[in-house]
Nanobody, 123 residues
């Protein structure tokens, strides 16, 4: 029902910014919550942020709170992750995922996943 494609990754300097985009197919995108996850080499996939279907409800991992901002534009079928004050430890492959209902911090709650986009932060 939903196909997701991440973009916007690349190389950034510490303290710099990147904006990731998650573009969804179809016209049912607004029915899904969207989460961002990341996975660094040798580490488990971890929750980054999520956004509900409406009312601007968001949730962030402590490691990114105050630096990252998730937003969505349902008219464009796109969710964004604005990443500011980047740190080398933010280096990872970033995935967006869509979940029916409210979503959660847990990957198993998400039905659809993108292929990921690499973010590398140099010091």
């Amino acid at each position: 029902q939903v196909q997701l494609v991440e973009s916007g990754g690349g190389l950034a300097q510490a303290g710099g910014s990147l904006r990731l985009s998650c573009a969804a197919s179809g016209r049912t995108f607004s029915r899904y919550a969207v989460g961002w996850f990341r996975q660094a080499p040798g580490k488990e996939r971890e929750f980054v942020a999520r956004i509900a279907r409406s009312y601007g409800i968001t949730d962030y991992d402590e490691s990114v709170k105050g630096r990252f901002t998730i937003s969505r534009d349902n008219a464009k079928n796109t969710v964004y992750l604005q990443m500011n004050s980047l740190k080398p430890e933010d280096t990872a492959v970033y995935y967006c995922a869509a979940a029916p209902g409210a979503g959660s911090r847990y990957p198993d709650n998400y039905d659809y996943w993108g292929q990921g986009t690499q973010v590398t932060v140099s010091s």
